[in-house]
């Protein structure tokens, strides 16, 4: 039997090696996922769990399904299935040549590795190879099975190519029922293409995940194992062969594991998008960028000194400076505070609910002076966001194998405002004390250089906390300091020493206060998208004096970035700031960027001709160019860039005159 | 003579192979229907439109995939090609045997979508997908017309466009499949159209080409 399986599996290896189409598929595969994932400074981990790998597996299981209906199908396209089927023979024929089409599509997983190889470095792509190779192969396998089965049942004709094409197609657009509650959470596993989002992130791999890719994998592998019980035992009885109790082991094994698999998949995905999209959930809320910054309040808070303890569940101390600035006396004051932290004791009478603290003391807080407060809370912290075409994910998070604290969620009391929001309405930046116990992790902070757990800066208008086994700092340059990983952080240092040698001198004319950018999962900025570039926003900390941003800033240096990056050169970019450096900004550097970005697609031409207009009108002129711009997106955005420009110097000639 | 030839060519193309990409804009329709019709939701022009330049491109690709190679996978091809018939007269046939099936689809899914108020012509939601729509059928057709295989067909037709999707363009310049839908570009629409246009029958004239080649060489 085991000479006939391998003769079996030997001769329809030779087959399809012998068909030169495999071969320029495989070539053809090859060089389109090189050349279109080998130029960005993508790490080798994440080109195989993200980018470049998802999309193999997608065409891999494509090409997988044309080929094992190509060969499970020849003995009936050649009129020898009833003559295969009378020769005195078990399942070893069929699963020879089912086991030497898996072998011959294994070589699709081939260009991810390449392209991964080839980006480095060593030490990253050896992490990323065996999930990638792990979740290629059983996605692989799963097609040619069900393929195989389909053919022992029914039969493939011809036609079943075109249906099997759909189908792949219909797996892939399973994610447009992501984002419904219910109907997601049952169908986004039948995308086995693998095709789309996989949530990798550089800091913390898939932990904001949970168990969801793992719970994909269990499914599949289930699924795998029922397939293969059913082909052998289909071909076992169409030959009227008796069939080992082992096969029925292995069917109903391969069951129970895929549907409990699918079945926890599928709960914990309504649970967690239940808790997004409605927001009483205690445990989940939104974060949101409201419509327009709020105004400060007549309090702020001059002093944080805040103890966090993660060895068990998540303990916070908080001590807080809470100064009058206004005129008034004050009987409340309000912050925002997560509603999952439970307060245990406070210093001062309290109410607690929907994310906002209100503190009330005993008598009204006079103009000019300070309280200080001291509260205890504590509670698991798994903050959930919404991910288009995903499972939602945690974007803030305490865990043993990472820590995640985005300032706009809460997990400290934030000045006045009861919705979580990015957004800073603290009047002035305050001392903050961060001390962190109970974790081995590497912590980062945009406090500064923390010992010992301990951050601390003077002036800090928020912060934010991460926590990771491959997080690291790197000093950039004087002044200038990157959070990052060993994966990433060489070809960071390529990209950004360029950008900021030349544009450090425009950028601290441009932002002279202190600050501090980036928190490493900023992902609201809508601008960029998951590659190189976007990472570096995430790991940006520009530390050009000492300390902290306001939430304008980053969004300007975020702007300030976005430009950068999309111009090669950035010769646009800085001919941008050099004329920009004429007049004063009524609404900020970050109104003017983010309309030349959004309005005019960035395109040098365009974006020169809106600088001769601010250069000769100022804002007046800018403002309702670009509102105009924007009006007419749908229409100009077909056009090529000389019809743009040709467009905006008609506008200027009718409603500004001559630049 | 011509009735029998036109019936068996309408046989050969439009079998499931052909019938089931054609069935995908009616169904679109059909789901759209059920799935609009109870909120009063009407679909934008802009909506139809990138649907039919999306949609139609691959499934002319799907649907002229196996046009090419029937005689060789059915074992009739060596009988077929002693017939007295110009070499030119099965690619254009095929070719024009899948555009009215597509017509029919097209007109299928335009029909069904009056149900929810969109009343949009073909010339505003059709026209402008058409050259890619050629241009994807005339290449499924000659790569199963050079490989004799339907896969291989498929598979050229599918990864085509999912190339176009992923990289919006970057290989294909002004041959981009999906220009007519926007997006930023240095080609206008009508530049794209035209060069779709050139390339769709350039790629026929291959077709044309190796076939009488074929027939030529006795192979």
Request: glycine content about 8%; charged content about 15%.
């Given at each position: 039997m085991t000479e006939r399986f391998l003769r079996a599996y030997r001769l329809e290896l030779r087959q399809i090696f012998r068909q030169w189409s495999y071969w320029l598929i495989q070539g053809l595969l090859v060089a389109y996922i090189v050349s279109t994932y080998g130029r960005y400074s993508f790490s080798a981990q994440e080109l195989l769990w993200a980018g470049a790998g998802r999309n193999v597996m997608g065409i891999g299981t494509l090409l997988a399904l044309m080929f094992a209906a190509f060969s499970a199908g020849r003995a009936r396209r050649n009129h020898a299935a009833v003559l295969e089927d009378a020769l005195p023979v078990g399942a070893e024929l069929q699963l020879g040549r089912l086991f030497a089409l898996m072998t011959a599509m294994l070589p699709f997983m081939a260009s991810g590795i390449i392209v991964a190889w080839m980006a480095g470095p060593a030490e990253s792509f050896w992490r990323g190879l065996p999930v990638y190779v792990l979740e290629s192969g059983l996605s692989l396998a799963f097609v040619v099975l069900a393929v195989w089965l389909l053919d022992v049942t029914v039969g493939i004709r011809r036609w079943m190519y075109i249906l099997l094409v759909m189908l792949w197609l219909g797996a892939i657009f399973t994610v447009m029922a992501a984002s419904h509650p219910v109907s997601g959470a049952w169908v986004m596993p039948l995308n086995f293409t693998r095709l789309g989002y996989s949530g990798f992130n550089v800091y913390w791999e898939r932990t904001t995940q949970g168990a969801f890719p793992w719970l994909l994998n269990g499914f599949y592998a289930g699924l795998v194992l029922l397939l293969f019980g059913l082909i052998v035992w289909a071909v076992q009885r169409r030959r009227l062969l008796p069939v080992s109790p082992l096969v029925y082991i292995i069917t109903a094994g391969g069951l129970l594991i895929a549907l409990g698999c699918y079945g926890v998949y599928g709960v914990r995905y309504m649970q967690t998008n239940w808790r997004v999209q409605f927001y009483?959930?205690?445990l989940v809320t939104n974060v949101y960028l409201p419509d327009s910054r709020p105004e400060p309040l007549p309090y702020a808070v001059t002093r944080y000194n805040i103890a966090l303890d993660v060895s068990e569940t998540p303990a916070f101390v908080v001590e807080m400076d809470v100064l009058n600035t206004g005129d008034v006396p004050l009987a409340e004051v309000s912050f925002a505070l997560l509603n999952a932290l439970r307060i245990s004791t406070a210093s001062v009478p309290y109410e607690h609910a929907d994310d906002r603290l209100t503190l009330r003391p005993e008598t009204p807080l006079a103009a000019g002076e300070t309280l200080t407060v001291r509260l205890s809370y504590g509670g698991e912290v798994a903050f959930y966001s919404y991910i288009m075409a995903s499972a939602p994910e945690m974007s803030s998070f305490i865990t043993p194998h990472g820590i995640g604290l985005h300032h706009a969620v809460s997990w400290y009391p934030r000045v006045g405002i009861s919705e979580m929001s990015a957004?800073?309405?603290?009047?002035q930046p305050a001392h903050i004390r961060l001390a962190v116990t109970g974790t081995d992790l590497t912590l980062v902070s945009n406090l500064g250089d923390g010992e010992g757990g301990v951050f601390e800066a003077d002036d800090a208008y928020k912060v934010w906390l991460a926590g990771s086994p491959l997080i690291r700092t790197y000093p950039l340059m004087e002044g200038v300091t990157v959070i990052a990983t060993d994966s990433i952080y060489p070809q960071l240092k390529l990209y950004l020493t360029p950008i900021f040698t030349q544009s450090l001198p425009v950028m601290k004319r441009y932002f002279p206060e202190e600050y501090r950018l980036g928190s490493p999962?900023?992902?609201?900025?809508?601008?960029?998208?998951?590659n190189m570039a976007s990472e570096i926003i995430y790991a940006l900390v520009v530390d050009l004096l000492h300390a902290d941003s306001s939430s304008r800033l980053t969004s300007d240096i975020a702007f300030f970035i976005a430009l950068q990056v999309q111009y090669d050169d950035a010769d646009v970019l800085r001919g941008v700031m050099a004329k920009l450096s004429k007049g004063e900004f009524e609404s900020g550097i970050s109104y003017f960027l983010f309309h030349i970005y959004s309005a005019t697609a960035a395109r040098p031409d365009t974006v020169n001709r809106l600088i001769d207009v601010y250069a000769a009108h100022g804002m007046d002129g800018t403002v309702p160019l670009v509102t105009a711009m924007r009006e007419a997106y749908a229409r100009l955005y077909l056009l090529p860039q000389a019809e743009v420009v040709a467009w905006m110097d008609a506008w200027i000639a009718e409603n500004l005159g001559d630049v | 003579m011509y009735k029998p030839v036109a019936w068996y060519e309408a046989k050969v193309i439009h079998g499931f192979s052909a019938l089931l990409p054609a069935l995908i804009l009616p169904a679109f329709a059909a789901i759209g229907i059920l799935a609009w019709k109870p909120y009063g939701h009407v679909p934008s022009m802009e909506d139809v439109l990138g649907l039919f330049i999306m949609a139609l491109p691959l499934i002319g690709g799907l649907a002229s995939a196996h046009l090419m190679s029937i005689e060789r996978e059915e074992n009739f091809d060596a009988l077929r090609r002693?017939?007295?018939?110009?070499?030119?007269?099965l690619p254009l046939v095929r070719l024009a045997g899948t555009a009215l099936l597509l017509a029919l689809s097209v007109t299928a899914c335009l029909l069904l979508l009056r149900v929810v108020g969109c009343y949009y012509t073909v010339d505003e939601v059709v026209r402008p997908a058409l050259p890619a729509t050629l241009f994807m059928m005339a290449l499924a057709q000659l790569v199963n017309n050079l490989t004799g295989s339907q896969p291989v067909g498929v598979v050229a037709a599918v990864g085509y466009w999912v190339m176009e999707m992923q990289t919006g363009g970057e290989y294909t310049g002004i041959l981009y499949l999906f220009r007519a839908a926007g997006g930023?570009?240095?080609?206008t629409p009508e530049q794209n159209g035209a060069a779709l246009l050139t390339a769709a029958f350039a790629l026929l004239a291959l077709n044309v080409g190796w076939s009488i080649r074929r027939r030529s060489m006795g192979g």
């Amino acid at each position: 039997m085991t000479e006939r399986f391998l003769r079996a599996y030997r001769l329809e290896l030779r087959q399809i090696f012998r068909q030169w189409s495999y071969w320029l598929i495989q070539g053809l595969l090859v060089a389109y996922i090189v050349s279109t994932y080998g130029r960005y400074s993508f790490s080798a981990q994440e080109l195989l769990w993200a980018g470049a790998g998802r999309n193999v597996m997608g065409i891999g299981t494509l090409l997988a399904l044309m080929f094992a209906a190509f060969s499970a199908g020849r003995a009936r396209r050649n009129h020898a299935a009833v003559l295969e089927d009378a020769l005195p023979v078990g399942a070893e024929l069929q699963l020879g040549r089912l086991f030497a089409l898996m072998t011959a599509m294994l070589p699709f997983m081939a260009s991810g590795i390449i392209v991964a190889w080839m980006a480095g470095p060593a030490e990253s792509f050896w992490r990323g190879l065996p999930v990638y190779v792990l979740e290629s192969g059983l996605s692989l396998a799963f097609v040619v099975l069900a393929v195989w089965l389909l053919d022992v049942t029914v039969g493939i004709r011809r036609w079943m190519y075109i249906l099997l094409v759909m189908l792949w197609l219909g797996a892939i657009f399973t994610v447009m029922a992501a984002s419904h509650p219910v109907s997601g959470a049952w169908v986004m596993p039948l995308n086995f293409t693998r095709l789309g989002y996989s949530g990798f992130n550089v800091y913390w791999e898939r932990t904001t995940q949970g168990a969801f890719p793992w719970l994909l994998n269990g499914f599949y592998a289930g699924l795998v194992l029922l397939l293969f019980g059913l082909i052998v035992w289909a071909v076992q009885r169409r030959r009227l062969l008796p069939v080992s109790p082992l096969v029925y082991i292995i069917t109903a094994g391969g069951l129970l594991i895929a549907l409990g698999c699918y079945g926890v998949y599928g709960v914990r995905y309504m649970q967690t998008n239940w808790r997004v999209q409605f927001y009483n959930d205690p445990l989940v809320t939104n974060v949101y960028l409201p419509d327009s910054r709020p105004e400060p309040l007549p309090y702020a808070v001059t002093r944080y000194n805040i103890a966090l303890d993660v060895s068990e569940t998540p303990a916070f101390v908080v001590e807080m400076d809470v100064l009058n600035t206004g005129d008034v006396p004050l009987a409340e004051v309000s912050f925002a505070l997560l509603n999952a932290l439970r307060i245990s004791t406070a210093s001062v009478p309290y109410e607690h609910a929907d994310d906002r603290l209100t503190l009330r003391p005993e008598t009204p807080l006079a103009a000019g002076e300070t309280l200080t407060v001291r509260l205890s809370y504590g509670g698991e912290v798994a903050f959930y966001s919404y991910i288009m075409a995903s499972a939602p994910e945690m974007s803030s998070f305490i865990t043993p194998h990472g820590i995640g604290l985005h300032h706009a969620v809460s997990w400290y009391p934030r000045v006045g405002i009861s919705e979580m929001s990015a957004f800073n309405v603290n009047g002035q930046p305050a001392h903050i004390r961060l001390a962190v116990t109970g974790t081995d992790l590497t912590l980062v902070s945009n406090l500064g250089d923390g010992e010992g757990g301990v951050f601390e800066a003077d002036d800090a208008y928020k912060v934010w906390l991460a926590g990771s086994p491959l997080i690291r700092t790197y000093p950039l340059m004087e002044g200038v300091t990157v959070i990052a990983t060993d994966s990433i952080y060489p070809q960071l240092k390529l990209y950004l020493t360029p950008i900021f040698t030349q544009s450090l001198p425009v950028m601290k004319r441009y932002f002279p206060e202190e600050y501090r950018l980036g928190s490493p999962w900023e992902r609201w900025n809508p601008y960029l998208t998951h590659n190189m570039a976007s990472e570096i926003i995430y790991a940006l900390v520009v530390d050009l004096l000492h300390a902290d941003s306001s939430s304008r800033l980053t969004s300007d240096i975020a702007f300030f970035i976005a430009l950068q990056v999309q111009y090669d050169d950035a010769d646009v970019l800085r001919g941008v700031m050099a004329k920009l450096s004429k007049g004063e900004f009524e609404s900020g550097i970050s109104y003017f960027l983010f309309h030349i970005y959004s309005a005019t697609a960035a395109r040098p031409d365009t974006v020169n001709r809106l600088i001769d207009v601010y250069a000769a009108h100022g804002m007046d002129g800018t403002v309702p160019l670009v509102t105009a711009m924007r009006e007419a997106y749908a229409r100009l955005y077909l056009l090529p860039q000389a019809e743009v420009v040709a467009w905006m110097d008609a506008w200027i000639a009718e409603n500004l005159g001559d630049v | 003579m011509y009735k029998p030839v036109a019936w068996y060519e309408a046989k050969v193309i439009h079998g499931f192979s052909a019938l089931l990409p054609a069935l995908i804009l009616p169904a679109f329709a059909a789901i759209g229907i059920l799935a609009w019709k109870p909120y009063g939701h009407v679909p934008s022009m802009e909506d139809v439109l990138g649907l039919f330049i999306m949609a139609l491109p691959l499934i002319g690709g799907l649907a002229s995939a196996h046009l090419m190679s029937i005689e060789r996978e059915e074992n009739f091809d060596a009988l077929r090609r002693s017939y007295p018939e110009p070499s030119w007269r099965l690619p254009l046939v095929r070719l024009a045997g899948t555009a009215l099936l597509l017509a029919l689809s097209v007109t299928a899914c335009l029909l069904l979508l009056r149900v929810v108020g969109c009343y949009y012509t073909v010339d505003e939601v059709v026209r402008p997908a058409l050259p890619a729509t050629l241009f994807m059928m005339a290449l499924a057709q000659l790569v199963n017309n050079l490989t004799g295989s339907q896969p291989v067909g498929v598979v050229a037709a599918v990864g085509y466009w999912v190339m176009e999707m992923q990289t919006g363009g970057e290989y294909t310049g002004i041959l981009y499949l999906f220009r007519a839908a926007g997006g930023i570009s240095d080609y206008t629409p009508e530049q794209n159209g035209a060069a779709l246009l050139t390339a769709a029958f350039a790629l026929l004239a291959l077709n044309v080409g190796w076939s009488i080649r074929r027939r030529s060489m006795g192979g």
